[in-house]
């Protein structure tokens, strides 16, 4: 087999290569177009850092090809829906940075606190100012930790060595995980930032989690507080931290991350008060060595068949069985994906049923796709039926299939129940006909939902004249309502409505379906 290496790595991950007798690995860099082309027309396997560029029609020209590892994290220049349609493993390397990364922020928490940049340039100025630059110490402060993933556990670690209490934020970490880690778990955003010292962010960028520290959450936070972002550029708003060292509400802050890189407003890192680095978090040898090793090892094991790790999309399965589960698969992935929009809190204890014929089978892979689906709105990252299982377990997370071949009204029936802070939610998936996905149970309400697109969900009071209020909100939002089921536990009581809807509605439209007398609550549902 021939792996070809393009971009430029250490010399380990040939060497890593090579000891395989199977493979031989080719270091060949800096192409590209048809020189590309041809290097990869033959090759059974490609480790690339960011220069390569594995576009669609570089993709067509590798006939051979069976799996692309990364060196890295980000797989923005491969085009995974072209790999995945040839059948292509994609993997990458999440975890070789995760120390580079946590000592990056320590090292600016540490930079931060002593004023070590300002009192070196005063010297570097021939100044002696020791009493200018007097600091504080980490010993005793409460560092917030936003986001337990594995930077930020790593960081939480290191502040708890300085003798520091450390009070995390992250729904999705239990309690009895927060304890063994040694830290405090708030429950809410705004427990967290009344009493820490220091807050460090390590967190995706979303569309939910942009701006999530903004002039409201400055105003909640402690006076001469410090701030720290070397996980994304924009989920700390940087005019409103501009707004806030000025007032003195802030003491100061330390990014090695921003909204636009490079800056193209240096208002705050021109502030005196900002210590600030050009996005070096995983700019180590040994984190450039260590990314380089795990492609080079994922990439062997990938081809001699020892398994897949890290995989950012489909890995390869047998035809037979793929094509006998698959319409499950994407059932138990929307079920997953749903379950976790409702829920909006910490996954504790998961049980998965596979009741009726499906409980025959190899349900192993199910339980993969679904976890799939609960976490990926959640962890930073490519998540998929490959790692989604050990993500589960690095967060605490107990997952218990049962089988039983009653299944009452279905042939088919998944039911995934999860508990979160003592309150359990359960959703049930059959397939109707040969291949067609639909949501069957919700908390005990029989439905039967698309589970694709844009859903609103409403809980409310059976009363009449619910549904013609939420169609008038429609049409004033201009949203087509595409399908709508309705379910009730009995006549008068509650009852639920799911609308498919061709584009979702707006924060205001939302905000009225719930003002809606007899509405208890709402959720707008991406699947």
Request: glycine share 8%; proline share 4%.
């Amino acid at each position: 087999m021939k792996v070809l290496i393009s971009d430029k790595l250490p010399e380990e991950a040939a060497r890593i290569l090579e000891s395989e007798k199977e493979i031989e690995a080719i270091v060949k860099t800096g192409l590209k177009g048809d020189d590309l082309k041809a290097a990869v027309a033959d090759v059974d396997g490609i480790v690339i850092r960011s220069a390569t560029k594995l576009t669609a029609d570089v993709l067509e020209a590798a006939k051979s090809l069976k799996a692309i590892a990364r060196a890295g994290v980000g797989v923005d220049n491969v085009d995974l829906e072209a790999a995945s349609q040839q059948g292509v493993v994609v993997m990458n390397t999440p975890g070789g940075n995760t120390i580079s990364a946590s000592e990056q922020t320590m090292a600016l928490v540490l930079a931060l606190s002593r004023n070590i940049p300002q009192a070196q340039a005063s010297l570097k100025e021939k100044k002696w100012e020791r009493s200018k630059f007097v600091g504080t110490q980490l010993d005793g402060k409460t560092m917030g930790v936003i986001g337990l993933g594995r930077i930020g556990a790593d960081v939480a670690k290191k502040a708890l060595a300085f003798n520091m209490t450390v009070v995390a934020l992250d729904p999705y970490i239990t309690a009895e995980k927060a304890a063994e880690m040694g830290v405090q778990l708030a429950t809410k955003l705004e427990d967290l930032l009344k009493v820490a010292d220091y807050i460090s962010v390590h967190i995706p960028r979303t569309a939910d989690t942009t701006g999530l520290i903004s002039e409201k959450e400055f105003e909640i936070m402690k006076d001469g507080v410090r701030v720290i972002n070397c996980a994304r550029g924009g989920i700390v708003d940087e005019q409103a931290l501009c707004n806030a060292i000025k007032s003195g509400k802030v003491a100061g802050a330390a990014l090695d991350v921003f909204s636009s890189e490079p800056p193209t407003d240096w208002n705050l890192v021109e502030l005196p008060e900002v210590v600030c680095t050009p996005h070096l978090g995983a700019s180590t040898e040994e984190a450039q060595l260590n990314v380089a090793k795990d492609a080079a090892k994922q990439m062997a094991d990938a081809l001699l068949g020892r398994g897949v790790r890290n995989a950012v999309n489909l890995p390869s399965m047998d035809p037979n069985v793929l094509s006998s589960l698959e319409p499950y698969c994407q059932l138990a992935e929307k079920m997953g994906a749903l379950q976790v929009q409702l829920l909006g809190g910490q996954l504790g204890k998961i049980q998965v049923s596979y009741l009726g014929e499906i409980a025959r089978m190899d349900t192993s892979v199910l339980t993969r796709y679904l976890l799939a689906g609960l976490l990926s709105p959640i962890l930073e990252g490519n998540v998929n039926m490959v790692n989604a299982p050990l993500l589960a377990k690095d967060r605490g997370i107990v997952v218990r299939e049962v089988r039983s071949e009653k299944a009452e009204d279905y042939g088919s029936l998944i039911l995934l129940e999860v508990s979160t802070n003592g309150i359990q939610r359960s959703v049930g998936g059959a397939i109707f006909g040969k291949s067609d996905p639909r949501i069957v149970l919700i908390d005990g309400f029989h439905v039967e939902a698309n589970p694709n697109g844009h859903l609103l969900v409403v809980c409310a009071e059976d009363r009449p004249g619910l549904i013609g209020a939420l169609g008038q909100i429609m049409g004033k939002e201009e949203v087509n309502i595409a399908f709508m089921t309705f379910g009730r536990r009995k006549e008068g009581g509650e009852a639920l409505t799911i609308m498919n809807l061709d584009a979702p509605i707006s924060d205001a439209a939302l905000k009225q379906v719930v003002g809606l007398p007899s509405v208890r609550l709402a959720h707008l549902v991406q699947l």
